[in-house]
């Protein structure tokens, strides 16, 4: 099976860089995943780690390391809109893929 | 493309009644996912498909909840003599397949239900 341990809460000033962690317990593992969502809405689709390594889109970076069984979401010149819950998502290998999302951590962007 | 809809967005029943939900996905995803989320969590798998076959449903998941995806395009989900545990909102996901694998998905708004 798949758990995935993330911080429950992360406070982070306008502008500033805040990383968001995220760390499994699984078999069969494939890929990373990260999601927001804001409070009364649906998540929304972020980054994918299929690799090790570093992932780049825009503002928002994912980090995947399989050996460490870690991983991470980089979020630079935060805005207030940026203010949401932050979910990583384990993908099984083979062929049944149900994905298992974390715990979630709640970001708040302080001016 | 019009996204991922469900119906209805707000359910709220009396204990022990049945209930449906329906989900579009978007047209050309192939994988269908289920989800259950309660607040303050992060959403909890129930089951997939792809296209028209069920391939997992969550060892959680009791007897009184079904899925169906008739012609491997629009799914329901319904819930028998539904608790108050039921209570939650119910997501639903699509996404394509890429080399053999989903990498992302596509969340529908939810439907919000209250049992009373």
């Known amino acids: 099976g798949q758990s995935l341990e993330q911080p429950s809460e992360v406070t982070a000033v306008e502008g500033a860089i805040v990383q968001i962690n995220c760390t499994y317990q699984?078999?069969?593992?494939?890929?990373l995943s990260w999601y927001q969502q804001h409070d009364g809405g649906a998540p929304t689709f972020l980054s994918y780690n299929a690799l090790d390594g570093l992932e780049e889109t825009g503002r928002f970076s994912s980090f995947l390391s399989r050996s460490d069984s870690y991983g991470y979401l980089l979020l630079q010149e935060l805005q207030m809109k940026d203010s949401a819950s932050y979910f990583c998502a384990g993908s099984g290998s083979g062929g049944y893929q149900k994905v298992t999302f974390g715990t979630g951590t709640k970001l708040q962007v302080i001016p | 493309d019009t996204g991922v809809s469900q119906n209805p967005r707000h359910k709220i029943t009396k204990r022990g009644q049945n209930v449906t939900f329906r989900c579009d996905p978007i047209s050309e995803h192939n994988r269908l996912y289920w989800y259950r989320q309660t607040l303050g969590q992060g959403p909890e798998f129930l089951t997939y498909f792809q296209n028209e076959a069920q391939l997992e449903k969550s060892r959680l998941l009791s007897d009184r909840f079904s899925a169906e995806r008739p012609k491997g395009s629009f799914s329901t989900l319904e819930i028998q003599r539904t608790e108050q545990g039921d209570s939650a909102m119910y997501l639903c996901?699509?996404?394509?397949?890429?080399?053999?694998?989903?990498?992302?998905?596509?969340f529908g708004p939810g439907t919000r239900l209250t049992v009373t």
């Open positions: 699984t078999s069969g593992f494939y890929g």
């Open positions: 996901a699509s996404s394509p397949i890429r080399g053999g694998y989903s990498y992302e998905q596509y």
